[in-house]
């Protein structure tokens, strides 16, 4: 027979008022109450902190490094803040792989990275800034480049090799398809292909070096863009809540790209509602084009400033050197 169990006094504390369960004893929150409800304890951001690149190891990790400092420098936010509320015109994921030091960032993404941290937040100078960086970024392009070899090529086939002698070059002997061929070059094209043909070979024989063919000129393409104005809706104009207007802009093609499959992406958000991002139309060098964004105004007083930067058909933005062009509109 078991022996009849008593119900603890309530009243009774013993333990200086922790928290016991029916039977007297502590409660054990490791045992009675599941992961989910346990109080978050404050600490870092959830998620494993990238491990930061020691700069000794080359080129790359030191650019990555250099970032790493201008991070903490400015307050240390997160990729996905720098992507989206700081206005850098890159994801977050090409951020986070630009401070891993693994492989060279493309010069726009770096840049990215620095101007919404040094500019934006540290209210640096942007041309300086920006030469700063740019000489780092280069460096370690440079530095990173794997040195071309330039040992002498192994003769191929079963020449000799050695100090002696080089042997006599092979006499040139024509076969008999070349002469039937050029016979009928002959009875084709006259005398004058008859000089043509029997010409020497080398201009040297002949009392004259052969002029060497004079290439043309080859210019590398630039890619390059101009402001030229707001058309629609200038700076500090004033529109209704709740009404829908257009933004035009224009831009000229000043380099000697065509622009094809481009696109004006916006870096951040506002009260106003526009389009993640617009279709440009294929410009030529030179030509002009008119950008149209259509945006819903705010449904309360408001101010609205977004900030478009051109991108290709990928995402990846372009004229990373250039200011983003920008919607600036007060709603009443």
Same mark, same amino acid.
């Given at each position: 027979?078991?022996?009849?169990?008593?119900?603890?006094?309530?009243?009774?504390?013993?333990?200086?008022?922790?928290?016991?369960?029916?039977?007297?004893?502590?409660?054990?929150?490791?045992?009675?109450?599941?992961?989910?409800?346990?109080?978050?304890?404050?600490? #870092?951001? $959830?998620?494993? =902190? %990238?491990?930061?690149?020691?700069?000794? !190891?080359?080129?790359? +990790?030191?650019? &990555?490094?250099? /970032?790493?400092?201008?991070?903490?420098?400015?307050?240390?936010?997160?990729?996905?803040?720098?992507?989206?509320?700081?206005?850098?015109?890159?994801?977050?994921?090409?951020?986070?792989?630009?401070?891993?030091?693994?492989?060279?960032?493309?010069?726009?993404?770096?840049?990215?990275?620095?101007?919404?941290?040094?500019?934006?937040?540290?209210?640096?100078?942007?041309?300086?800034?920006?030469?700063?960086?740019?000489?780092?970024?280069?460096?370690?392009?440079?530095?990173?480049?794997?040195?071309?070899?330039?040992?002498?090529?192994?003769?191929?086939?079963?020449?000799?090799?050695?100090?002696?002698?080089?042997?006599?070059?092979? #006499?040139? $002997?024509?076969? =008999? %398809?070349?002469?039937?061929?050029?016979? !009928?070059?002959?009875? +084709?094209?006259? &005398?004058?292909? /008859?000089?043509?043909?029997?010409?020497?070979?080398?201009?040297?024989?002949?009392?004259?070096?052969?002029?060497?063919?004079?290439?043309?000129?080859?210019?590398?393409?630039?890619?390059?863009?101009?402001?030229?104005?707001?058309?629609?809706?200038?700076?500090?104009?004033?529109?209704?809540?709740?009404?829908?207007?257009?933004?035009?802009?224009?831009?000229?093609?000043?380099?000697?790209?065509?622009?094809?499959?481009?696109?004006?992406?916006?870096?951040?958000?506002?009260?106003?509602?526009?389009?993640?991002?617009?279709?440009?139309?294929?410009?030529?060098?030179?030509?002009?084009?008119?950008?149209?964004?259509?945006?819903?105004?705010?449904?309360?007083?408001? =101010?609205?400033?977004?900030?478009?930067?051109?991108?290709?058909?990928?995402?990846?933005?372009?004229?990373?050197?250039?200011?983003?062009?920008?919607?600036?509109?007060?709603?009443?």
């Amino acid at each position: 027979m078991l022996p009849q169990m008593v119900a603890p006094d309530p009243q009774v504390r013993t333990d200086g008022g922790a928290d016991r369960n029916g039977w007297g004893m502590p409660e054990s929150p490791d045992v009675h109450r599941s992961p989910d409800s346990l109080p978050e304890k404050p600490g #870092p951001r $959830r998620g494993r =902190r %990238p491990a930061r690149p020691d700069p000794e !190891s080359g080129p790359v +990790a030191l650019l &990555a490094h250099r /970032l790493w400092e201008l991070k903490e420098r400015a307050g240390d936010p997160s990729f996905a803040e720098m992507s989206s509320r700081l206005g850098a015109a890159a994801s977050k994921s090409s951020l986070a792989a630009a401070a891993r030091g693994q492989t060279l960032p493309s010069w726009e993404t770096t840049w990215e990275f620095v101007r919404v941290l040094a500019v934006g937040r540290l209210g640096r100078d942007e041309r300086e800034t920006e030469r700063e960086w740019r000489a780092y970024w280069e460096q370690a392009r440079s530095e990173s480049q794997p040195i071309s070899s330039t040992a002498e090529s192994v003769p191929a086939g079963n020449e000799p090799v050695g100090n002696g002698p080089a042997p006599a070059a092979r #006499p040139f $002997r024509v076969g =008999r %398809p070349v002469i039937l061929s050029m016979v !009928s070059a002959v009875l +084709a094209g006259g &005398a004058g292909a /008859l000089v043509t043909l029997f010409s020497p070979f080398d201009g040297e024989s002949a009392g004259e070096r052969a002029a060497p063919h004079e290439s043309s000129t080859w210019a590398e393409p630039r890619d390059d863009s101009v402001f030229e104005g707001d058309v629609t809706y200038p700076d500090g104009s004033t529109v209704r809540r709740k009404t829908h207007f257009t933004k035009v802009w224009r831009i000229r093609n000043a380099g000697t790209v065509p622009w094809e499959g481009r696109y004006l992406t916006r870096i951040n958000d506002t009260p106003c509602r526009a389009p993640e991002r617009v279709a440009i139309e294929s410009t030529a060098p030179g030509q002009a084009v008119d950008i149209a964004v259509r945006v819903r105004a705010a449904a309360a007083p408001a =101010r609205c400033k977004i900030f478009w930067k051109m991108t290709s058909e990928d995402g990846t933005p372009l004229f990373a050197g250039k200011k983003p062009i920008f919607l600036d509109v007060s709603v009443e």
